[in-house]
């Protein structure tokens, strides 16, 4: 079946620090991808999505590139704020039909400090 | 505008209690859905309503009972529950197409006593 594997976390990080969260699937056909970001005690936040691949998503500083070669979605921003401390969640929907639900990686708890 | 509200924000209830939470969007998504999110996991999905009707139960306990009255509007009424039913429950909604992205409300925080 369909999977999203993410790194495990905590992940610490000093201000100004390069970020990388990996993120690998597993699906049959051609899933868009996803990253949420939960601030605490906060909802889930798209953060970012890519529909095919070599797509590149971006948004607020992060990005991360469709790779259907090595399957995978990593994140990455160049320089992270104490702002960004949250979790993030890679996602993956293997269907564009209204009504599908979407496959959770187990999520990655960042942590940044001035 | 990507807004899906949801209210309470906060509740608390007791085993006997009957309450009930609610989410709404004005998207015209024509997809909501239900999940539930225990602390430091990912959110796990309990029910999806498509075109108003419900395509999806994830064998959810039945003092959870989803109700969708309008494609803006999603209900969950909640009876005779469990102290670990307490989690965070989330709404999403999603327009289906070319793109099936879902869009989070904040979330009901409940406590059951």
């Known amino acids: 079946g369909n999977s999203v594997t993410q790194m495990e976390g905590p992940v610490t990080l000093s201000e100004e620090a390069f970020l990388t969260i990996n993120c690998t699937y597993t699906a049959t056909g051609y899933p868009s991808l996803f990253w949420y970001v939960q601030y605490p005690g906060e909802g889930l936040q798209l953060l970012l999505k890519a529909t095919k691949a070599d797509d590149k998503g971006s948004n607020k500083g992060f990005e991360a590139t469709y790779r259907k070669e090595t399957t995978s979605f990593h994140l990455e921003k160049g320089s992270v704020q104490v702002s960004d401390s949250a979790v993030y969640f890679c996602a993956l929907s293997d269907n564009n039909q209204a009504g599908t639900a979407l496959i959770f990686g187990k999520g990655t708890t960042l942590s940044v400090s001035s | 505008d990507t807004e899906v509200t949801q209210t309470p924000k906060h509740l608390v209830m007791g085993m006997t209690n009957k309450k009930s939470l609610k989410c709404e969007q004005h998207?015209?998504?024509?997809?909501m859905y239900w999940y539930k999110q225990k602390a430091k996991k990912p959110p796990e999905l309990m029910f999806v309503y498509s075109y108003e009707k419900l395509s999806i139960n994830e064998s959810v306990p039945s003092r959870f009972s989803p109700e969708c009255p309008n494609s803006s509007l999603l209900n969950l009424h909640l009876h005779a529950l469990q102290p670990e039913d307490s989690a965070l429950y989330l709404c999403?909604?999603?327009?289906?197409?070319?793109?099936?992205?879902?869009?989070f409300g904040p979330g009901t925080r409940l406590l059951v006593l």
């Open positions: 999403a909604s999603s327009h289906g197409g070319q793109v099936e992205t879902q869009y």
């Open positions: 998207m015209g998504h024509r997809a």
